[in-house]
């Protein structure tokens, strides 16, 4: 039984060593399309905590590239997959991973002090099928961070209902 579950094992530890590769693979094409739409790179990889979930467990936000395009601050999120048979790679940039990028957004801008700088969030695609060169696409502003913004009760509208 034992030996069963080593296989099993070792199965799971290539599946998300490949999907790591896969990640970091993403990661550099990335960088070089960017860079090729004049983009200027200013860091990869920013990681810091943003809060505690529900469970009280430390909760860490990542951007995978934060750059500029011109005067703009771009928060990149990266997606690499190797098919869209089933769904469009930008598809798993969900609500969830646009409010963590957000959070941690806030929080990049507060430490560098870059308050009054224009941003927005684009996300890149790469798609890596098989014997084929990666297809790779930039969407520029994929989500507003209004969205997100906590709705205040003392607006107009509820004044209604007083």
Same mark, same amino acid.
């Given at each position: ?8 094992? &070792? ?6 060593? *490949? #999907? ?7 990661? +550099?094409?990335?960088?070089? $399309?960017?860079? !090729?739409?004049?983009?200027?790179? =200013? %860091? #990869?990889?920013?990681?810091?905590? =943003? ?12 951007? @995978?590239?934060?750059?500029? @395009?011109?005067? +703009? ?10 098919? @869209?048979?089933?769904?469009? =790679? ?5 609500? !969830?991973?646009?409010?963590?990028? +957000? *959070? +941690? ?5 507060? %430490?560098?002090? =870059?308050? @009054?700088?224009?941003? *927005? ?5 790469? %798609?890596? !099928?098989? $014997? ?6 930039? #969407? ?6 209004? &969205?997100? !913004?906590?709705? *205040? ?10």
């Amino acid at each position: 039984m034992s030996e069963i579950l080593s296989i099993l094992q &070792k199965d799971k530890r290539a599946a998300s060593q *490949r #999907t790591s590769e896969l990640g970091i693979y993403g990661e +550099t094409l990335a960088v070089v $399309h960017l860079i !090729r739409a004049g983009y200027r790179i =200013v %860091l #990869t990889n920013f990681k810091v905590p =943003v809060g505690r979930n529900s469970k009280g467990v430390q909760v860490t936000g990542e951007i @995978d590239i934060i750059a500029l @395009d011109i005067e +703009t601050l771009c928060f990149v999120e990266v997606k690499a997959r190797r098919s @869209d048979d089933f769904a469009p =790679v930008i598809s798993a940039v969900d609500t !969830r991973k646009q409010r963590q990028i +957000t *959070r +941690t957004s806030k929080i990049y801008r507060r %430490l560098f002090g =870059v308050r @009054d700088i224009q941003y *927005r969030f684009d996300v890149v695609t790469v %798609l890596v !099928r098989n $014997h084929a060169e990666p297809e790779i696409e930039l #969407t520029k502003g994929f989500w507003n961070p209004s &969205k997100f !913004r906590k709705r *205040r009760w003392e607006l107009p509208i509820w004044n209604d209902f007083q």
